[in-house]
């Protein structure tokens, strides 16, 4: 649902100079905590109607770092394009017999197929509660082989992990000091929606990230154990030691403070103490989920994301993004066993975590998606792969237009008119246009897109109504 401003967007823009010194005190102690809102000034300054809790909506980022193989993640099955395929990658090609089946609705009868370890993915997609994007990237402008070869506005630091990374979680591609990501200026916006201001609705399994940086609203980091939240240490327990421990810090922080850094890391901790024990509460009280979860660090993560959901009503929220890390796949070696492991953890996952999200009542109103640094080279450097550009997204929900494929899938043979060398492929649809299509469905209006993705005009009209790919539906 869209939400309604009650002034301008010059206004919303303007205001996030207001209280300068006190912004200034946000952007210094990011570095060193955390936990809880910083940006206490945009509470003051509620510009947008609350709307029922019934219209939760949570995003949830799943990002595989390090480049996913993401051409051996989805593979054309039809003969001539397997064989171009199977051509172009040699040893690390699936055989086209172990390959999972799909029936994509989209794609003018092509055929394709998953990874063999992708079984639950591939039953979510034929549900209709899975959809691909097809040779997504990071882009400054729409570009060919000609703007590649003559580097006319290529994004900044291309086929490099850091900057690959920073790009896909600003979504600024040509910006190198930029230190707010989309998420960051997509909860500035939406944080308002939520009746609780003292909890961010920005949410990390992973600590600090760019991803969820923002102006005015910072990521709150919790943990995969327990009841999520990151006590102060022994803050539980109630011998005479702790209870010293906790008084002597109370009295502490409610000193006032003549220095303002002083003053505001004390309010930090404070308001971090105070989001912690509030935190731990509501996901003890919340309703428990008996859908079983692997037992590896995402399935681990990704049950602790459908707690927090199930305990949005005593959260007092109807808006959240999740962080969510994944390593390794920066597979330069081994790359058939060593991607068929990321992939059987991805699907297992994804496949427990959708199930939970039906258990609670909530499928409809969550949408998990992929991002990735880059795709890979097609072709081997002996049994790994090498980094590339393009490469396919996933996107998991109920409210999924699935069974598609959203993009243009490239042809995959070398010397394409996509190819800038060994199978690494120019991006045919945009980082910007994938994140808009999930902005608009988590509450941006189209007006919003300007402040959370400056580069999309150079892709989509966005003031020209619908969305740009059409992979969500409200």
Known sequence: ????????????????GLGCAHLGATTLLSGVTNIGLIGSAAAA?????????????????????????????????????????????????????????VNPKNTNGKKFGLHPNLSNIQRLFENGNAAFVANCGVLQEPTDIDKFNQKIKLPFGLFSHSHQQDRW???????AQQNVGWGGRLADILQQNNTNQSLSMSISLDGSNLFQRGNRVQSYTIKNSENGSTLLNGSKKDNFYEQLKRATLDD????????ILKQAYADVISGSKSNSFEFDAALARGADISTDFPNSKLGKNLRMVARTIAAR????????TFFISVGGFDNHADNL??????????????????????????????????????????????????????????????TVDGQKIFGQYPELYLGSSLDTGGGRFIPTTSADEYFAELAL?????????EYILPNIGNFWDYRSGGTPLGFLSS
């Open 337 to 398: 066993e060593d991607h068929s492991g990321r992939m059987k953890t991805l699907d297992e996952a994804l496949g427990a975590f959708y199930k939970a999200l039906e258990e609670i009542g909530v499928a409809n109103s969550v949408t998990a998606y992929t991002m990735s640094d880059f795709g890979r080279k097609l072709i081997t450097n002996g049994d790994g792969t090498d980094h590339a550009w393009g490469g396919n997204a996933l996107v998991v929900g109920g």
């Open 441 to 449: 469905w988590f509450g941006a209006s189209s007006s919003d897109l």
């Open 1 to 16: 649902m869209t939400h309604h401003k009650k002034y301008s967007r010059r206004t919303f823009i303007e205001s996030l």
């Open 45 to 101: 300054n509620r510009s947008f109607a609350k709307t029922s809790l019934m219209d939760y909506k949570a995003l949830v980022c799943i990002y595989l770092a390090g480049g996913n193989d993401s051409f051996n993640m989805l593979v054309p099955t039809d003969q001539e394009p397997y064989d171009d395929y199977k051509a172009s990658r040699t040893n690390i090609a699936i055989p086209k017999d172990d390959l999972l089946g």
């Open 313 to 320: 009503d005593i959260l007092n929220v109807r808006n959240q």
């Open 169 to 175: 979680q600003t979504s600024l591609p040509r910006d």
């Open 252 to 259: 502490v922080l409610e000193v006032k403070h003549q220095n």
